[in-house]
């Protein structure tokens, strides 16, 4: 299997810490909560994938979840939505894969840019 270079979501979990991103009036939608349901999923379905293909990274992605949840939505509904887009994610590709095929590792290099690509925008578009 070829290496892959994984993405982190600390500098993600670093500016959603910050506070101000989440809007005074708890009601109003989240900017980017779909961007967090997103990776929220990307994170399901690496956890699952990454483990498929050999990669002993043990609970690296499910960790990395459970920060990006504690951070940004320690409880209530924001938290279970991203929960869930996160067995999602891992459901999805449980279903369908036994073992590591060419698809697979197809999967796991989208995820890996595509999860980047998220943390990077959401980090650029509402950092300070």
């Known amino acids: 299997m070829t290496r892959f270079r994984a993405f982190?979501?600390?500098a993600l979990l670093a500016v959603l810490s910050l506070g101000p991103l989440r809007p005074a009036v708890a009601q109003q939608a989240i900017p980017f909560d779909g961007d967090l349901r997103r990776l929220s999923e990307i994170l399901g379905a690496l956890h699952y994938l990454r483990e498929v293909c050999g990669a002993a990274e043990g609970q690296k992605w499910r960790n990395e979840m459970q920060q990006l949840v504690d951070a940004e939505a320690p409880s209530g509904a924001r938290r279970a939505?991203?929960?869930a887009?996160?067995?999602r994610g891992y459901r999805l590709y449980q279903?369908?894969?036994r073992s590591c095929t060419p698809a697979a590792d197809t999967a796991v290099r989208r995820y890996l840019q595509e999860g980047a690509k998220i943390a990077r925008e959401v980090t650029a578009r509402y950092a300070n």
């Open 8 to 10: 982190s979501v600390l």
């Open 81 to 83: 939505q991203m929960m």
């Open 85 to 87: 887009s996160f067995n």
């Open 95 to 97: 279903q369908s894969y």
